[in-house]
């Protein structure tokens, strides 16, 4: 078989291109939303319209860019180097943070599943435990916790999808016309509050280009595949989180911390909710291994290329950084005793917030780095305004989101990136060594660079 017809087509492309977006993050939302109200859904159409333009431009960016590294190689094209650095340093922390959430969510349906009643520190407790037996894991190797990950997905997809299309039998409008604004806040507020959570959903729509090689036309296709692969998962996104909102009375939904177990009880039996819990609890932990070995990968590629300290490029003989998993591991503990809170649900959207917040900054200069990769590659005039108008679009729902994540969010995320230019200090000079010698040896190729 000759390798273009042993490539995707733009079908193919566009269902997993949905897949990755809908794992584990959806799973805690409808509980986090009702305490919104079923105002949110306006929430959802906001990020829905925002995760559709950044996913356009940064399709764009991948079918553009002829630098590695992703959003890392995006940022260089406008920011240099440090752009490089900062893109991968905020998106390696954000992931850092997510997974942390995603073990949240592991220990909030467990606790439903089991019966069970935890105090803040005996949930923190489990969290921990559960991210340390996830990092553990991988000292051999991801290739058998990868292949558990890409199983026990479906343990998501497969019950949101079920709920989007067959939960409609039991939904009441009155249910969820009764949970539209329970607390009676501003509009303004209501909408601002859960744009956070809406995109917490979203995150990861970034990694939608990298099949680029392997699909056919990717120049036609790939932009196709990212548009209409978001739309669906905003589409089944908000069906399912708005269907639940019309079947669960809005006090019992806030208060759960397995909304997805709770509803399928309610359609079915207790027995098929639990055996829905079941499998979200291992959805959340087969993503946890995979996660837990991509982050420290993702730091030690940095590392590899002199972006990140060297530390976190150490492995062993078969590729595992060892060292790094556990200084990682390290962060994660003291973000969960950090975030310690009396509620399951308010540790999570803290986590949430500031999970957002890391990741919004290489999103925001990817979107500015858009302009410079289409000026360098000699895009044409018109074909580059619509871009850079999508980008700006993009740009400006970054913003927005930035800001409904909350001060605590802000305040935290600031921090990290002061720390990250700290850190860049230490492994800048060897930059400025290697431009110097480029400078010598070819000093026109330098110059035109």
Not at 163 to 174: I, N
Not at 355 to 361: D, I, K, M, R
Not at 416 to 427: A, Q, R
Request: aromatic share 10%; charged share 10%; hydrophobic share 55%.
């Amino acid at each position: 078989m000759s390798a273009e017809h042993s490539k995707m087509n733009v079908w193919q492309l566009t269902i997993l291109t949905a897949v990755n977006m809908m794992g584990s993050g959806i799973i805690m939302l409808p509980s986090k939303l009702a305490e919104v109200g079923t105002i949110s859904i306006i929430s959802w159409i906001i990020t829905a319209g925002g995760s559709i333009a950044l996913a356009y431009a940064f399709a764009r960016c991948g079918m553009l860019s002829r630098k590695p590294g992703g959003m890392g190689g995006y940022a260089e094209y406008a920011f240099g180097k440090g752009g490089n650095y900062m893109a991968n340093y905020t998106y390696g922390l954000s992931l850092v943070i997510a997974n942390v959430a995603i073990a949240i969510t592991a220990v909030g349906y467990a606790v439903v599943l089991f019966n069970e009643q935890l105090s803040p520190i005996q949930t923190c407790i489990w969290t921990i435990v559960l991210l340390c037996i996830t990092t553990f894991a991988n000292f051999g190797g991801a290739r058998v916790t990868g292949r558990i990950g890409a199983v026990t997905v479906w343990g998501v997809i497969i019950p949101v999808v079920i709920v989007a299309l067959l939960g409609w039998f039991w939904f009441r409008g009155s249910t969820w016309t009764a949970a539209w604004n329970p607390h009676g806040l501003p509009f303004g507020s209501a909408v601002t509050s859960s744009i956070a959570l809406t995109l917490w959903a979203f995150l990861g729509l970034e990694s939608a280009n990298a099949n680029s090689d392997a699909v056919e036309n990717p120049e036609r296709n790939v932009p196709i595949a990212v548009m209409v692969g978001t739309i669906s998962a905003a589409v089944i996104y908000i069906v399912s989180t708005n269907v639940i909102a019309g079947i669960i009375p809005n006090t019992e939904l806030a208060s759960s911390t397995a909304p997805f177990g709770l509803v399928f009880a309610k359609m079915f039996s207790p027995v098929v909710g639990s055996i829905v819990m079941a499998l979200m609890v291992l959805a959340c932990v087969g993503s946890l291994l995979g996660w837990q070995f991509t982050v420290a990968q993702v730091f030690k590629s940095s590392a590899d290329v002199g972006y990140f300290l060297p530390i976190f490029g150490k492995a062993t003989r078969n590729g595992t950084p060892i060292i790094g998993m556990l200084v990682l591991l390290v962060a994660q503990v003291a973000l969960a005793l950090m975030t310690v809170s009396p509620q399951l649900a308010e540790q999570f959207q803290r986590i949430v917030n500031f999970a957002v917040v890391t990741n919004l900054v290489p999103y925001v200069m990817s979107m500015a780095a858009l302009m410079a990769i289409q000026k360098v590659m000699q895009v044409p005039a018109h074909k580059a305004l619509i871009t850079n108008i999508v980008a700006l679009i993009g740009a400006a729902y970054s913003y927005y989101a930035l800001w409904s994540s909350g001060s605590e969010a802000l305040m935290l995320g600031g921090l990290c990136i002061f720390l990250g230019w700290t850190l860049f200090g230490f492994v800048a000079a060897r930059f400025y060594d290697a431009d110097v010698k480029a400078h010598v040896a070819h000093p026109g190729e330098a110059l035109q660079e």
